[in-house]
């Protein structure tokens, strides 16, 4: 849009006020806030020099914020009573409207202590946990595909793909067994793929999910341009095998407010999960065995054992206990990951 249709709209914005006629007024404000958000999706040549930007208020915006907030104070002076607060609050938008982009694809949580758990810090009543991925094999990653609901991918040198699982419960307890309840029903499934999961300590959790991350805009229906940048991190939606939605994210900071990323960018044609992972295997990679693997797969092996004789508890360290199964397998595990595995693997 071009700075003299804005400013033929800002003309006749004036007018419309000065002559009384606000709903028109109203129309060109609104038509002229529309014209200045933020572009949408761009090709993906020039997504790989730009995308990785951090947002800035370029001087336009600042420009019509102090126009606006002139506008709040002329018409307080001038004994108004709702238009003030109108042009002030269309003010506070159009100033930090980057700002205000970012925060509806962002769920913060905080940390529920000795717990998988991780709160909404704006819902009570909204739960959420992560559970990693861990593979037998690098040959076994496509019983990733199996997966549903919420994924997050964090690629580098170490990818990493954990499963969020979010519940609605008005009390702690309801919420644990919500959560352990579906991670049950997720391990005897991908047990059978070579895949297992390992539920992480919320204070674990907070310290993965503490990035300042910003999104890349791209094509709902080019994923495969979306597998050829070079990502940080990348949310998934997957229902019934089909990638429902996603959304790709670069890291600006490692050191940020503990947030899930929403994976709100929907797909009109909606591929198969199974393409996609098969897209990202080939280059970035999934998540190879480490020593967590046989640890789960020794442990889901012996599921008909008693308790006691496939968790073995030994000495614990700085808050981790060292745990053993009866194949010899032994890790280090927070006393909530221990409580969560026994309920898990039951």
């Not at 994210?249 to 050191?255: G, H, K, M, Q, W």
């Not at 999960?273 to 967590?292: C, L, R, S, T």
């Not at 442990?299 to 008693?306: G, V």
Request: aromatic share 10%; charged share 20%; hydrophobic share 45%.
């Amino acid at each position: 849009m071009s700075w003299g249709t804005r400013l033929f709209a800002v003309v006749i914005m004036l007018a419309s006020f000065a002559l009384g006629a606000w709903p028109l007024g109203l129309f060109a404000l609104l038509y002229l806030v529309y014209t200045l958000r933020r572009p949408g999706a761009k090709s993906v040549q020039g997504q790989r020099q730009e995308v990785f930007q951090k947002t800035e208020r370029p001087w336009r915006r600042y420009a019509l914020g102090a126009v606006l907030f002139l506008l709040s104070s002329v018409a307080a002076g001038s004994g108004g009573t709702y238009s003030p607060a109108v042009f002030f609050a269309t003010g506070l938008a159009v100033f930090f409207w980057p700002t205000f982009g970012r925060l509806g694809h962002f769920a913060r949580v905080v940390t529920v202590k000795d717990s998988i758990l991780l709160r909404s810090s704006l819902s009570p009543v909204t739960w959420h946990a992560l559970a990693e991925v861990k593979l037998e094999s690098p040959e076994q990653a496509r019983g990733i595909a199996a997966m549903g609901g919420k994924l997050l991918l964090f690629s580098g040198k170490t990818p990493a793909v954990f499963q969020v699982v979010s519940v609605r419960a008005l009390s702690y307890r309801h919420a644990e067994e919500s959560v352990l309840r579906k991670l049950r029903r997720e391990t005897r499934m991908l047990s059978q793929r070579g895949a297992h999961l390992l539920p992480v300590d919320s204070s674990e959790a907070a310290v993965r999910l503490s990035l300042e991350l910003e999104r890349l805009s791209i094509d709902a229906n080019d994923f495969e341009a979306v597998s050829s940048l070079p990502f940080d991190a990348i949310a998934f939606q997957v229902k019934d095998g089909r990638l429902v939605s996603h959304r790709a994210f670069s890291v600006l900071e490692r050191d940020g407010v503990a947030a899930i990323p929403v994976a709100d960018l929907r797909h009109a044609r909606e591929p198969l999960f199974a393409e996609v992972v098969q897209e990202i295997g080939e280059k970035h990679g999934w998540p190879g065995p480490d020593e967590y693997s046989p640890f789960l797969a020794s442990l889901d092996a012996s599921r008909s054992e008693p308790l006691v004789d496939r968790l073995r508890m030994k000495e614990e360290v700085e808050g981790r206990v060292t745990v053993e199964t009866p194949g010899g397998a032994q890790v280090r595990l927070t006393r909530a990951q221990v409580r969560a595995l026994a309920r898990i693997y039951a």
